[in-house]
């Protein structure tokens, strides 16, 4: 007997019947918060934007890479890591087998800074929260932070790049690796060998 008319039959027999109720979307949260970021005039960094930068990526996926802002293609496109930034990343993720499905990709601040500029203290204490909220809800099984600004507030600490890197680090009961931000190694090519070694670490901390 189809299920629905099973709950008909014992319905009008005056049977109660308990339905079970399927458990909270928890995802669904990343869609009003995405909103509330369109919408934030926390910093001045609002009044320069030209769209906010929210995620790209899948959020059910294992690997979440946190950024520090946006940059000039990211900004015009509302997309974070699509620049010249995002191609290395892309590449680097390739090598150890991860596409856009694989990862969720993010930063702290969701609006560029002037000119590409490092961001203040201020600022960043006032979208950081943004962040916190997709991390809660995203729940990845890792967090690869790239950058020391990402990694300096993932880990709330002032330590450098290289202090931070070869280790798994804890963020709220989340292994966290931090890494090279690919706008970095654009720069700096000598570094990649380093990058590709952290990637290893993510894969192997993955199960992959």
């Known amino acids: 007997m189809p299920h629905k008319l099973r709950q008909y039959y014992l319905t009008q027999m005056g049977i109660d019947v308990w339905l079970q109720r399927a458990a909270p979307d928890l995802k669904k949260g990343l869609e009003p918060l995405a909103r509330a970021v369109s919408a934030c005039v926390r910093c001045p960094l609002h009044a320069s934007r030209t769209k906010t930068v929210f995620s790209r990526g899948n959020p059910d996926a294992s690997l979440m890479i946190v950024g520090a802002a946006p940059g000039f293609e990211e900004d015009q496109q509302g ?9 290395l990343l892309n590449k680097m993720l390739s090598s150890i087998g991860l596409t856009n499905d ?32 997709q991390i809660k809800i995203v729940a990845p099984k ?12 993932l880990l709330n600490t002032r330590l450098s790049i290289h202090d931070m890197r070869s280790k798994v680090h804890d963020v709220d009961g989340i292994p966290t690796i931090i890494s090279f931000d690919p706008a970095h190694l654009l720069q700096n090519p000598h570094d990649k ?4 070694s952290d990637l290893l670490f993510v894969k192997q901390c993955l199960g992959h």
Request: proline share 7%; with cysteine.
């Open 79 to 87: 997309v974070p890591f699509v620049g010249g930034s995002g191609r």
């Open 102 to 133: 694989n990862v969720y990709i993010t930063n702290v601040l969701k609006c560029r800074p002037p000119a590409n500029s490092t961001p203040s203290e201020n600022m960043i204490s006032q979208c950081c929260d943004y962040l916190s909220q």
């Open 142 to 153: 890792l967090i690869l932070g790239v950058g020391h600004i990402a990694g300096q507030f």
């Open 193 to 196: 060998k380093q990058a590709y």
